[in-house]
């Protein structure tokens, strides 16, 4: 009985599954941005193996905040809302975090599955980090693109 969530039948080229852990993704969130929350929470939808259609529903709602971004960033600066280019970074963080919760809903119940059955984490660290790099540098070409217009 000590031993209720080993599996009994072992198979040496079974898939496991493999994740971060989720609540760090709130880190990539808030210092990577909007693209980098969905690159990594997608690639750890499918890690754990959630189910198709909740990939689709995470990738609908990304892909609206990701939308919704940039449609402020343009609102902003074109001067149609009469809010400071200053608060931009803020709103873009709101979203990004915003994300970070929708991921957060998805994700926790199959990550807690994942960890009863003895599944291990792997680190974030390099993974966010270049995240966190390649994000900010496609927002910014596409804000700078925007602010342009």
């Given at each position: 009985m000590e031993h209720?969530?080993?599996?009994?039948?072992?198979?040496?080229?079974?898939?496991r599954?493999?994740?971060y852990v989720v609540n760090n993704l709130f880190f990539?969130?808030?210092?990577?941005?909007?693209?980098?929350?969905?690159?990594l929470?997608?690639?750890?939808?499918?890690?754990l193996k959630l189910e198709k259609k909740y990939i689709r529903i995470l990738s609908i709602l990304s892909g609206l905040l990701i939308t919704?971004?940039?449609?402020?960033?343009y609102v902003i600066?074109?001067?149609?809302?009469?809010?400071?280019?200053?608060?931009?970074?803020?709103?873009?963080?709101?979203?990004?975090?915003?994300?970070?919760?929708?991921f957060f809903a998805f994700l926790n119940k199959?990550?807690?599955?994942?960890?009863?059955v003895g599944g291990q984490t792997e680190s974030l660290w390099m993974p966010g980090f270049?995240?966190?790099?390649?994000s900010g540098f496609i927002e910014f070409i596409a804000m700078a693109y925007l602010l342009a217009l």
């Open positions: 209720i969530y080993q599996p009994s039948i072992l198979n040496e080229n079974e898939d599954t493999r994740s990539v969130a808030f210092f990577g941005g909007i693209i980098a929350i969905v690159v929470g997608m690639q750890n939808a499918k890690r919704g971004k940039l449609i402020i960033v600066g074109q001067g149609i809302l009469a809010i400071d280019e200053d608060y931009i970074k803020v709103f873009g963080r709101i979203i990004a975090v915003a994300g970070f919760f929708i199959p990550y807690k599955d994942h960890l009863a270049l995240a966190c790099i390649v």
